[in-house]
């Protein structure tokens, strides 16, 4: 008998199924207790995951376009190579590239060169005191022609091999002081950024709907007066990167243009609008000097599971801790059996 009260049990066990059963407890102290959890976990989630945090968001990468026109010309009048107008095509070497623009700021005049032979710039490897010092045939790697096998004089005092290259040499420890294309720093450049955030299907670009061909023609951007324009004087943007144009045009130097598109798209459309800034990207060293947008979007953010918890604490305080509890626990769990009746599991 024993036996089969005990296979009746374990079968009630393996078979009965458990629901919830509202007890509502006029007890001032859990229910105070089970506010207060409450609220802490909606200030939480209200405030640091939705506020500060901002957790129900969703972020993705841009996909990016860039293209540049500059404009400008310069006239010039130097000793070496006289009167010359410069032009877009003459001074933005190479017409495309890509994400780039190169802009020619100073030039070494090498004028009349032709095929002939001619000595070699002075160095290391190529001067000499006599022919036996230079092998015919020889292309120094870093040198301008093939020697002759000859030794001739470079200088009074210096002589170096001759070779056979486009002469007279262009020598580039000479450079012109001050840069010959320096007044470069008035050119302008118009740079169109197009940029699409595939998960979210919003695309932009930098020229805003309020810009019309007529303010186009007109402005300049300057970080108070015209944030919003998409034309940029190269002298703005070398004394924005803390530069001097009157220096860096010498030697060159790179300069980066950041477009920052950190759009919340929780806000309209209109509020996701570009941020520019400079900065020298090479070094400046001359001993040490050879010649890189998050968009945010709507995410579900489950709080239902949280607030679930503040039953199952207050329940555990209820039936552990207050002097009640066997009364409490008597009515939380009942067992309905086959014949209607309903029996306390806690006697």
């Not at 006289?82 to 994400?99: A, L, R």
């Not at 000499?128 to 790697?141: F, M, P, R």
């Not at 299907?201 to 015209?226: P, Q, W």
Request: net charge neutral.
């Amino acid at each position: 008998m024993g036996c089969k009260n005990c296979c009746s049990i374990c079968l009630q066990c393996l078979f009965g199924y458990e629901t919830n059963v509202m007890l509502v407890i006029n007890n001032k102290g859990v229910g105070a207790l089970f506010r207060l959890i409450q609220f802490l976990i909606i200030a939480y989630v209200a405030v640091y995951v939705c506020w500060v945090q901002r957790a129900y968001q969703d972020t993705d990468s841009v996909i990016s376009s860039v293209s540049t026109k500059v404009k400008g010309n310069i006239l010039t009048n130097s000793s070496a190579a006289g009167v010359h107008v410069w032009d877009v095509p003459e001074y933005v070497i190479p017409p495309q590239g890509e994400n780039t623009f190169f802009v020619l700021t100073n030039v070494i005049p090498t004028l009349g060169q032709r095929q002939s032979k001619c000595p070699e710039i002075p160095s290391e490897v190529t001067k000499c005191e006599s022919d036996s010092d230079c092998k015919e045939g020889y292309s120094e790697v870093h040198g301008n022609g093939v020697q002759t096998g000859r030794c001739v004089q470079y200088s009074d005092t210096i002589k170096t091999c001759e070779v056979q290259a486009w002469c007279p040499l262009e020598n580039d420890t000479v450079i012109p002081k001050p840069a010959l294309l320096g007044a470069a720093e008035d050119f302008t450049v118009l740079i169109k950024n197009n940029v699409q955030y595939p998960k979210f299907k919003f695309r932009k670009r930098n020229i805003l709907h309020h810009i019309n061909s007529t303010y186009l023609k007109n402005c300049t951007f300057d970080r108070k007066t015209d944030p919003h324009c998409p034309i940029f004087r190269l002298g703005d943007m070398v004394t924005e990167a803390g530069e001097d144009f009157s220096v860096m045009a010498l030697k060159g130097g790179i300069i980066g243009i950041f477009i920052d598109w950190n759009c919340d798209l929780d806000f309209p459309e209109r509020f996701c609008i570009p941020k520019y800034s400079f900065s020298r990207l090479d070094n400046k060293n001359p001993e040490n000097n050879v010649a890189p947008v998050k968009c945010l979007w709507l995410n579900t953010y489950h709080v239902v599971p949280e607030l679930l918890q503040v039953t199952a604490v207050c329940d555990w305080v209820m039936l552990t801790c207050m002097k009640d509890r066997d009364l409490y626990a008597k009515h939380k769990f009942i067992h309905l059996n086959q014949n209607g009746d309903s029996v306390p599991l806690v006697s």
